[in-house]
């Protein structure tokens, strides 16, 4: 079987979800070195595909960051359902359409007038977890991010929320 056919990939991003679920894995590269091991031999750029699509999130553990599986969070996490958080993001963004806009490590987000408090809340209560925090006027929410790679994988992950493709990059 091919590591790049869709029946790899899958395969591939079960044993993602395994790992984490096992060990505490803080990078990409500490990803790729353990699917190597277990005969996956791909790329950083490959594995960062497969955490944006299943929703992998850096969660606090001990004195690191570690990579979670959304529904961990939701049951590591009392008090706080981020599953039910994820559920009102969306029910957010099916009555009210957001464009997306960038401005350096910034996102722009436009919605209706008087949309953008609930947005923010929205977002800050729910899995996405990659900003530093949010900013929320009447119709727009800024949300900021600490370099490239975060703001990527977050507008990855709110394109899938919003039931939009992956934007090609070309």
């Known amino acids: 079987m091919s590591v790049l056919s869709p029946a790899a990939k899958r395969v591939r ?5 395994e790992l984490i679920a096992q060990v505490p894995v803080h990078s990409q590269e500490e ?14 750029a490959t594995v960062s595909r497969d955490v944006a699509e299943l929703g992998l999130v850096k ?11 959304p529904e961990a969070l939701a049951r590591q996490s009392p008090g706080r359902d981020v599953l039910a958080a994820d559920e009102r993001l969306l029910r957010v963004l099916e009555s009210s359409p957001v464009t997306v806009g960038r401005s350096g490590l910034i996102l722009v987000l436009r919605g209706e007038v ?3 408090q609930a947005l923010a809340r929205a977002i800050d ?5 990659e900003q530093e925090g ?6 727009t929410v800024l949300v900021l991010f600490a370099d490239e790679a975060r703001l990527e ?10 039931g939009l493709p992956p934007e090609s990059s070309g």
Request: aromatic fraction near 8%; hydrophobic fraction near 45%; charge should be positive.
């Open 153 to 162: 994988r977050w507008r990855a992950r709110f394109r899938r929320l919003q």
């Open 59 to 69: 969660a606090p553990r001990a004195a690191a960051h570690v990579y979670v599986a």
């Open 134 to 139: 949010t900013l929320a006027g009447d119709d």
């Open 31 to 44: 990803l790729v070195g353990l699917l190597s091991t277990r005969g996956f031999i791909v790329t950083q």
């Open 125 to 129: 209560e729910s899995s996405l977890q």
């Open 13 to 17: 991003q079960r044993l993602i979800l």
């Open 114 to 116: 008087g949309s953008a």
